[in-house]
């Protein structure tokens, strides 16, 4: 069942990356509306509005009915919130009750894997380890939302908002049914260091790597519109300088994935877990290039030699 959910999105995310290109070349052949003389096509605005957001939708022409579904982009706060509520109570019950889950979080693991198997040697602290890395990156996301970042007046679809909510507790869950995963008793009591692979470190160190450059980029969009007192003194985008936005417009996706490639280590690179990084290559490669798009437009001047995601590839 897992599998079948990270397949769906990762099929999901494929094919945003062409239907862009597919949408606005045969558009002629659907439904077309005459207003006033401008000539709209619904399908191409739908479309757009619900795979762009902040920034990006800014001069996309919409009809006034989806405007209707329009939430503001600073709730990506809430995405964090109940990410770390819904992880703390995941870890608690992981690591710190000596004791069966609960029928209902049973019933849901046992349903997701479908598996009966026992857990392999190491499979806990995978877990474990898991859980922290994703608690921590949400904590210092949601830090990042409430402390750091300057919000406009941009927004997302109220569609790309509940798909936000869910998609942290999927993730949540994704990391407890580690393959085997039926039943849990508690973190292993025996022997911690007994159980710690080299998967585990590298996965550690690609994460702790990438959230720092992550922070550091997060930062520097920030104080585009801050003075050098610290306080908010313009909402505008600028062009952003220095880390690795010397390389890429967008080293904070760059780095988003890197930071899942990361659990996906930790987890012993598990199938799931390569699903989901896929999802996330192709879901942030898309932001990334609309992302890359609007600032060539906005600026004439814009560096020509960054890529919009990867370094030197994309």
């Known amino acids: 069942m897992r599998l079948s959910c990270w397949t769906a999105s990762l099929l999901c995310a494929i094919s945003l990356l062409p239907s862009d290109a597919f949408v606005r070349r045969y558009t002629s052949c659907n439904v077309t509306v005459e207003a006033g003389g401008l000539r709209l096509n619904w399908v191409y605005n739908v479309f757009q509005d619900l795979i762009r957001y902040g920034k990006t939708k800014r001069n996309l022409q919409r009809p006034a009915f989806l405007h209707h579904f329009d939430v503001p982009k600073r709730w990506f706060v809430h995405f964090y919130t109940v990410s770390v509520i819904w992880n703390s109570y995941l870890m608690v019950q992981t690591a710190l009750l000596d004791q069966p889950f609960p029928v209902w979080l049973q019933s849901t693991i046992s349903f997701l894997t479908r ?109 585009l519109r801050k003075g050098s007192s610290g306080t908010v003194v313009s909402l505008k985008h600028g062009v952003p300088h220095g880390d690795w936005f010397q390389l890429v417009s967008c080293p904070h996706y760059f780095a988003e994935l890197l930071i899942y490639v990361a659990f996906c280590i930790t987890s012993g690179c598990t199938f799931t877990w390569w699903l989901v990084v896929l999802y996330v290559l192709f879901n942030q490669t898309l932001a990334a290039v609309l992302c890359h798009d609007f600032y060539h437009k906005k600026f004439e001047s814009y560096p020509k030699q960054r890529k919009a995601f990867i370094p030197f590839v994309l």
């Open 115 to 223: 598996s009966t198997a026992p857990s392999p040697e190491g499979e806990q602290l995978s877990i474990t380890l898991g859980q922290a890395l994703l608690w921590i990156h949400s904590f210092r996301r949601l830090l990042e939302c409430v402390f750091v970042s300057v919000y406009s007046d941009g927004v997302i679809h109220l569609v790309q908002y509940g798909f936000g909510l869910s998609y942290y507790i999927l993730l949540g869950l994704t990391v407890l049914c580690t393959e085997g995963q039926r039943e849990h008793t508690g973190l292993l009591k025996e022997d911690v260091f007994a159980q710690v692979h080299w998967y585990h470190v590298v996965g550690l160190m690609l994460f702790v790597w990438a959230s720092v450059h992550q922070h550091r980029c997060h930062v520097i969009l920030a104080n």
